[in-house]
């Protein structure tokens, strides 16, 4: 696929550098009003909710939920018969988190722990078959760390879901704004020092195809979540509306070139194999050769 393997321009990560992962302690309230409780939020999950349920591993599979915030993927998961931890490093997040989930459809309790992605290796390290990282990484002070951790805590055979803000959207949008000045000098990384939930190190799709070479993980899919949305004049359109942008969303967030402007990126991402792994499962998938595919993951 062409987007998995383009660069971009501009800076990457933090324009503005900051010393400290950004945590959400007494934000939470915010972030269910303004994020959640929205049309944003609605969409969000609309388009995720496909692209995941294509891709992810069977029910009852283990899953971790890195930086699980106030718990909707936790529960989305959970109501799908998978195994789940939620880790969360917000002790006020990790609470509201709580709350959502009990009043989750599904006789399978979440497992919750407070804890940073950089405490995981020591404190959850699996090896997971599914982890869910959702809106982290651009929170991080160093990034490209955080997705080397989330490698090491994929099985082998793993997948990950990655969800980035992207920069390029970021930009875009100041520039819809009139915030040319800051465009054309690409300032677009928040400070992490007051209310705004500017992200400190939005990211490119360039970075995480870079990390993730770098770290042995393979791309399969890459889409863009809310690629309309936030250009538009009403943020908050009437049902119909809103019926109808999750319908142009769904249908266009992985073709070129909507997907580049989608808010945020989403990425299945899982272990890179060798090159005779991936003609094997390329040729499983095609039904071709089941045998062979089969005594190969047999053998990994």
């Known amino acids: 696929m062409s987007?998995?393997?383009?660069?971009?321009?501009g800076l990457h990560g933090n324009d503005v550098p900051v010393a400290q992962d950004r945590i959400f302690d007494g934000l939470a309230d915010k972030f269910a009003s303004s994020l959640y409780a929205t049309a944003r939020g609605r969409i969000r999950l609309a388009v995720l909710t496909p692209l995941l349920e294509q891709a992810l591993p069977a029910e009852g599979s283990a899953a971790l939920?890195?930086?699980?915030?106030?718990?909707?993927?936790?529960a989305w998961l959970a109501a799908r018969g998978h195994r789940v931890t939620l880790a969360e490093p917000s002790?006020?997040?990790l609470a509201r988190a709580q709350e959502t989930l009990a009043q989750t459809p599904s006789d399978i309790p979440?497992?919750?722990?407070?804890?940073?992605?950089?405490?995981?290796?020591?404190?959850?390290?699996?090896?997971?078959?599914?982890?869910?990282?959702?809106?982290?990484l651009e929170w991080l002070a160093d990034p490209e760390a955080g997705l080397r951790q989330l490698a090491a805590l994929l099985a082998p055979q793993g997948r990950l879901s990655l969800m980035m803000f992207n920069r390029d959207a970021l930009r875009f949008s100041n520039v819809v704004k009139g915030n040319l000045d800051k465009a054309l000098e690409d300032r677009l990384s928040g400070t992490g020092q007051r209310q705004r939930l500017t992200p400190i190190s939005p990211l490119t799709h360039a970075d995480i195809v870079n990390w993730c070479e770098a770290s042995g993980l393979e791309i399969e899919r890459v889409a863009g979540?809310?690629?309309?949305?936030?250009?538009?004049?009403?943020?908050?359109p009437s049902e119909a509306d809103l019926a109808k942008l999750i319908a142009l969303e769904r249908r266009y967030c992985e073709t070129e070139p909507h997907w580049r402007l989608g808010r945020y990126l989403h990425y299945l991402i899982r272990?890179?194999?060798?090159?005779?792994?991936?003609r094997l499962t390329a040729a499983s998938e095609q039904g071709e050769h089941p045998r062979d595919a089969h005594l190969q993951g047999e053998n990994r």
């Not at 272990?271 to 991936?278: I, L, M, V």
């Open 3 to 9: 987007n998995l393997s383009d660069s971009a321009g």
């Open 65 to 74: 939920d890195v930086g699980g915030g106030l718990g909707q993927m936790s």
């Open 91 to 93: 002790a006020e997040m």
């Open 110 to 136: 979440v497992q919750s722990l407070q804890a940073p992605l950089q405490a995981l290796g020591e404190l959850a390290p699996g090896p997971w078959p599914l982890v869910v990282c959702h809106a982290v």
């Open 225 to 236: 979540v809310r690629i309309f949305h936030d250009y538009l004049r009403e943020r908050e």
């Open 271 to 278: 272990p890179a194999g060798s090159a005779e792994d991936r």
